[in-house]
């Protein structure tokens, strides 16, 4: 079984900076492909920021690109999520997937962590 855990959240003041971290456990034989999602009160999940098992392939929401950065951690299965000049609608609970296959959408992703809120205050 994989074990996905986030933690880095918490209160920042719009235009300031905060780092996620989230690490993946279990099946250390394996790589994975990981990526953050977030969810807002009553709406649907969304990507972030995803990034493949090597580090060379990423992608980004049209709302974070420019702001936020996701990269790979020297640990096997760690990323993070640098996240600069926040914003209050960035305010959300962002949650850590991994899988064995990259993809860009939530629904390709076995492997989730419990969440971690963000809030943005303005």
């Known amino acids: 079984q994989v074990q996905v855990v986030e933690s880095g959240g918490g209160l920042v003041q719009a235009g300031g900076s905060l780092r996620l971290s989230c690490a993946a456990s279990?099946?250390?034989?394996?790589?994975?492909?990981m990526g953050w999602f977030r969810q807002a009160p009553g709406k649907e999940r969304e990507l972030v920021a995803v990034?493949?098992?090597?580090?060379?392939?990423?992608y980004y929401a049209d709302s974070v690109k420019g702001r936020f950065t996701i990269s790979r951690g020297d640990a096997k299965n760690t990323v993070y999520l640098q996240m600069n000049m926040v914003k209050p609608e960035d305010t959300s609970v962002y949650y850590c997937?991994?899988?064995?296959?990259?993809?860009?959408?939530?629904?390709?992703?076995?492997?989730w962590g419990q969440g971690t809120q963000v809030t943005v205050s303005s």
């Open positions: 997937a991994a899988d064995l296959l990259w993809s860009d959408y939530a629904a390709g992703y076995d492997y």
């Open positions: 279990g099946r250390t034989t394996d790589t994975y492909a």
């Open positions: 990034i493949s098992q090597s580090g060379g392939q990423t």
